[in-house]
């Protein structure tokens, strides 16, 4: 497939943990960071994470000291882990990939999202 797929997404107490795949062709992996958007019901798209080829990341204030956000580079596979959920975490989470120019993703490429919900 050309686009990434993502998986991990469930239904989870406040307080619990869910860890987000997402898996794409080495083709489109290997050459792009990658970043984890979420959209809440009524609310506009947010980056969430990036990561660059090298490692580096980046996070959304709100997230910082809750996800983390890694890559496998052998597997073409990136993860976000999430830690601490609260109920404003609730959202359909995707993975894009794409080069970072200035900072801000560029995406090139997105998954189908995966829902995240998390009850009080």
């Known amino acids: 497939q050309v686009q990434p797929v993502e998986s991990g997404g469930g239904l989870v107490q406040a307080g619990g943990s869910l860890r987000l795949s997402c898996a794409a ?37 709100s997230v910082k000291d ?4 890694s890559r496998d580079n052998a597997k073409n596979t990136g993860y976000l882990q ?27 490429y997105w998954g189908q999202g995966t829902q995240v919900t998390v009850s009080s």
């Open 25 to 61: 062709s080495r083709l489109i992996f290997s050459i792009n960071p990658m970043g984890w958007y979420r959209q809440a019901p009524g609310k506009q798209r947010e980056l969430v994470a990036t990561i660059t080829r090298g490692g580096s990341t980046n996070y959304v204030d």
């Open 66 to 69: 809750r996800f983390t956000i």
């Open 82 to 108: 999430m830690n601490m959920l609260t109920p404003e975490d609730t959202a359909v989470y995707y993975c894009a990939l794409g080069p970072l120019r200035s900072g801000l993703l560029e995406p090139n």
